[in-house]
Each structure stands twice: as C-alpha cells, then as structure tokens.
Antibody, heavy 118, light 110 residues
Framework: QVQLVESGGGLVKPGGSLRLSCAAS????????MSWIRQAPGKGLEWVSY????????YYADSVKGRFTISRDNAKNSLYLQINSLRAEDTAVYYC???????????WGQGTLVTVSS | QSALTQPPSASGSPGQSVTISCTGT?????????VSWYQQHPGKAPKLMIY???KRPSGVPARFSGSKSGNTASLTVSGLQAEDEADYYC??????????FGGGTKLTIL
C-alpha cells in the first residue's frame, strides 16, 4: 500500500541545520508532486513546500523561503528537505505528504520531530 | 495566526450531529472548490476526510459531509461516534500561496 516514512529529525541548536528524508513506496513516486507540511507542538498545520514530479517546479512558504530547500531523487523514491538557519519557531513535526490534482493531501507520513533549542 | 478561521472546539453527544465551520476569503475558500478536511487523532498523522468541498475518499463513512457557501466551508459529522473525537483541520487551495490551513477544531464526544 502507499507509504511515506520520514526520518532525520532531532534536536538542533539555533542556527543549525538538518536534512529530512521521506521514503516513498507503494506508488510510482516519479508521477507525483510531493510536499512538506509541518505542525508546531499543540498548533495547527502549516504548508511548507512542494516540488513537482520532475523537480523542475518548487514553491516555498514565505516563512521558510531562503532557509529551506526541497529536493527529490526519483531513482531512490525519496523526498528531502534541507533546513538551514534553524530558529526556535521551526520546532515542529514535519510531515511528508502527497498532493493530488484535486489540491488535497491524500497520503501522509508519520512525521519526524525537529526541535530547535540551545 | 492561521489563514483560515475555525472554532477551537466543538462537541456533541453520541448519535447527534455537529458542524464545524471554516472561514477564509475570496482568495482561498471562496475562490476555489478545493476545500478539504482532515481528521487527526493525538500523536497520529492527519487523514483526508473530505476533498473538493464535499467528496469523500473511499473508506470514509457517509456520516462525514462537507459544504461551502461563499467564503465559509463546513464539515458536518452526523451520528457521532466515540472514534470521531479528534482534531479537524480545514484546508483550501489558495493559488499563489498555494495551500492554507485552519487552526483546527477539537471535537469532543460528550
């Protein structure tokens, strides 16, 4: 079945960096746009970024533009999020999710927690 | 502050119905028929419950329904069951943004 599994989260100091990964299985990864969505502790969902199926089109939320970089490796069925210059407000569970042509997210990973603290 | 406005809480007794609202603007909810709703149980990933305002994915009970009027979308849960207790988030496509979410509504089954 369709499965998304994130990894790479952890505790990092302000100003630090992390690389999140999302391993996809159960579908033809290269046919789909992919996205990252985050959720701060006790807060709502926030769309972060998305990347087209080929990787040629990329969009970011204003809150992360210039600090986050989304990428993908279709040969490895994997999605990535490089997060730099981390701030306390970036503390969140980061979900990998699959957007559909109907502009919704029909499949989500279990999330990976990023904690930014000194 | 979230882009879409939802009430922080809602409640109902088993068997009753409850409606959760989601208010946006003409740039998101009012401008597109791409409103979706997600259910999230504690510690779990969100699950798609409604898409394109009123469509249900396979496997979602018919007790869940969606609608939209102007800049406000609504999720109605009929015949409330204990397992419906969860957080519910609305989302809308917003063109250049491109997705916005609501702040979430905690549904409590009394």
């Amino acid at each position: 079945q369709v499965q998304l599994v994130e990894s790479g989260g952890g505790l990092v100091k302000p100003g630090g960096s992390l690389r999140l990964s999302c391993a996809a299985s159960g579908f033809t990864f290269s046919d789909y746009y992919m996205s990252w969505i985050r959720q701060a502790p006790g807060k709502g969902l926030e769309w972060v970024s998305y990347i087209s199926s080929s990787g040629s089109n990329i969009y970011y939320a204003d809150s992360v533009k210039g600090r986050f970089t989304i990428s993908r490796d279709n040969a490895k069925n994997s999605l990535y999020l490089q997060i730099n210059s981390l701030r306390a407000e970036d503390t969140a569970v980061y979900y990998c999710a699959r957007p559909t042509v109907a502009k919704n997210f029909d499949c989500w990973g279990q999330g990976t927690l990023v904690t930014v603290s000194s | 502050q979230s882009a879409l406005t939802q009430p922080p809480s809602a409640s109902g007794s088993p068997g009753q119905s409850v409606t959760i609202s989601c208010t946006g603007t003409s740039s998101d909810v009012g401008g597109y028929n791409y409103v979706s709703w997600y259910q999230q149980h504690p510690g779990k990933a969100p699950k798609l419950m409604i898409y394109e305002v009123s469509k249900r994915p396979s496997g979602v009970p018919a007790r869940f329904s969606g609608s939209k009027s102007g800049n406000t979308a609504s999720l109605t849960v009929s015949g409330l069951q204990a397992e419906d207790e969860a957080d519910y988030y609305c989302s809308s496509y917003a063109g250049s943004t491109p997705w916005v979410f609501g702040g979430g509504t905690k549904l409590t089954i009394l």
